[in-house]
Every structure is written in structure tokens, then in C-alpha cells.
């Protein structure tokens, strides 16, 4: 957090000419929060292993990221997190998931989260991660993913061709462009600043960042058994954004949970209920 919180001030300071780098720096550094007591406490119960994620964009070198899993049940359940999240921000799912027979809880560091080392990172990295986590552990039955980790889920489910017996969105991102939008707004960078910096992500990666649209991006079969959780006041991925989405893909079964939040929603006692119920029905 010290890193960001830096980043932030030299960014508010520098109105007059926001610097390119540190802009870049602002968007695709991942800020880490320690672990608490009871999150080391499942770690030490957990099995650990390491995989390799070639980072395309950054390094152009392989980068590890940390894995764990619960149980050793023939049913697969991978969870992806968030921005600036971990794995053990699922805490109070993997806990009650563990009381369900017959399954192996498998959670991961993305690059630059948690204990995974990398000093930027990104959504093809998140994506990447789990396609590795497919291909070289455990090909998952049950996807769960949480904000970013919900568009990662899908663009890695795409590119391997698989079909999973079932998919949880949980607050899913649906517009990344945007998301970037409304966290330069946040430290005051104004449209003309913006636009250099989608000029220059463009040219990095080399698409335009509104490429990210999962509204567009999204070819799932609709007979995929998708259930997805929302909190329709969620200010990190708006309604409005997730309403389209979902009037596109009317087979997604979407339930509204008020209040909860975008973070919160992940330690929600009623959608952890929700989701421990589609998966113990399977």
C-alpha cells in the first residue's frame, strides 16, 4: 500500500503534465494487503505448490505465481480473485466450501497479488494463470471469480474450449476501459491526460483497452450452467454496465444481493450460502 499510496500523492501533485510512466505505474500496480492470523492459519493447512505464467507484455519472461488447495475430491473448484486481492480474500468461502464432500479447493496469487512477485500486472495474466492451473494441475470442474477474476474465468474457459459443470461470477468487471476511467478520475488526471494514457495501452498491448468489454468479449455456450451475484448499487462495476451484459446473455441465472457491496460480497453470509448450494447440487 505504501507504493500506491505514493503514486497517488505524485500524481495529485503533478497536474499540470500527469507523467506517462507513473500513470502506467498507477493502473497496472497491484497494491498487497498482509495476511491476517486466521488467512495463515489456512495457508499453513493448505497444500502449496507453484506453477509458471509467461507475461507477454511486461517481462516477456515467466513469472510464478503461488497456488493452494483444500481437500483432494475428484470435483475441481478453482477460485480467481480480484485486483488487488489474493487468494485467501476467500477465506469465508473456501471455509464453508470445505464442508462440502467429494471436492479440492484450488486458489491462487495472480502475478503482483499476494505472494506471487511481479511488479505490474494485468488481465491476460489473471487469465493465463488459470489456464495454467488447467492445463498443468487440475482441469477445474466449478470456475468461481470475483471481479476482474470473473472476466479472467471467462476469456481462459474460452481459449481452452472447455465447458465446466459450473461458472460463479461474483460481481463480475464488465468494462475494463472504464474502470481505468474512473481510477485516474480518482487522482484527478483529466480527459486530455487519459486519452494519452489509452493511447499509449494501446500500443503496448496492442489493443484498445475498451477491447475488454465482456459484453462483447463473452461467447460462452448458453447451455453453460452460469450463476452470477451482484449488488445492483456496486460502484466498482455499475449496474448499468452489468445490465446490458446480462439482457445479452439472458441464460445467465443473475441474483441481486442489496448491500452487500463490491468487496464485501465476497464474505456475505447469504451468497456464500447461495453458492455452496449450486455446487453441493451438482
Given at each position: 500500500?505504501?507504493?500506491?499510496k505514493q503514486?497517488v500523492t ?10 506517462a510512466?507513473?500513470?502506467?505505474e ?17 495457508i ?41 486481492s489474493k487468494?485467501?480474500?476467500?477465506y ?29 500486472s ?9 489456464k ?19 472476466m ?9 474450449g ?12 464488465i ?6 476511467e474512473q ?12 486519452e494519452i ?15 475488454f ?13 452460469h450463476f ?6 456496486d460502484?466498482?462495476?455499475p449496474?448499468?454496465f452489468?445490465?446490458?451484459f446480462?439482457?445479452k446473455?439472458?441464460a ?10 463490491h468487496?464485501?460480497?465476497l464474505?456475505s453470509?447469504?451468497?456464500?450460502e447461495a ?8
Amino acid at each position: 500500500m505504501k507504493r500506491l499510496k505514493q503514486l497517488v500523492t505524485d500524481l495529485k501533485l503533478s497536474q499540470e503534465a500527469p507523467d506517462a510512466a507513473l500513470m502506467r505505474e498507477f493502473i497496472f500496480y497491484s497494491p498487497k494487503m498482509p495476511l491476517r492470523l486466521h488467512q495463515e492459519q489456512l495457508i499453513a493447512a493448505s497444500k502449496q505448490f507453484s506453477l509458471k505464467v509467461f507475461d507477454t507484455y511486461f517481462t516477456k519472461a515467466d513469472v510464478t505465481i503461488n497456488c493452494f488447495s483444500w481437500g483432494n475430491g475428484k470435483r475441481k473448484v478453482l477460485l480467481t480473485h480480484g485486483w488487488a486481492s489474493k487468494a485467501l480474500d476467500f477465506y469465508e468461502l473456501i471455509i464453508e466450501l470445505q464442508k462440502v464432500d467429494d471436492l479440492e479447493i484450488i486458489a491462487f496469487d495472480a502475478p503482483g497479488n499476494g505472494s506471487s512477485i511481479s511488479a505490474f500486472s494485468n488481465l491476460m495474466l489473471y487469465a493465463d494463470s488459470v489456464k495454467a492451473i488447467a492445463q498443468n494441475y487440475a482441469q477445474p470442474d466449478v470456475l468461481i471469480g470475483h471481479s476482474l477474476g470473473g472476466m479472467a474465468n471467462v476469456i481462459a474457459l474460452q481459449e481452452l474450449g472447455l465447458s465446466p459443470e459450473l461458472l460463479i461470477s461474483i460481481a463480475p468487471l464488465i468494462r475494463l476501459k472504464e474502470n481505468f476511467e474512473q481510477s485516474l478520475d480518482s487522482v484527478n488526471i483529466g480527459a486530455k491526460d487519459q486519452e494519452i494514457f489509452f493511447a499509449n495501452f494501446e500500443k503496448e498491448f496492442p489493443v484498445p483497452a475498451s477491447h475488454f468489454n465482456l459484453t462483447e468479449l463473452y461467447h460462452l455456450n448458453p447451455a453453460t450452467n452460469h450463476f452470477l451475484a451482484f449488488d445492483p448499487e456496486d460502484h466498482i462495476s455499475p449496474y448499468s454496465f452489468l445490465k446490458e451484459f446480462l439482457d445479452k446473455n439472458p441464460a445467465i441465472n443473475a441474483k441481486s444481493f442489496d448491500g452487500v457491496g463490491h468487496y464485501k460480497i465476497l464474505k456475505s453470509v447469504e451468497v456464500i450460502e447461495a453458492i455452496v448450494q449450486k455446487i453441493s447440487a451438482l
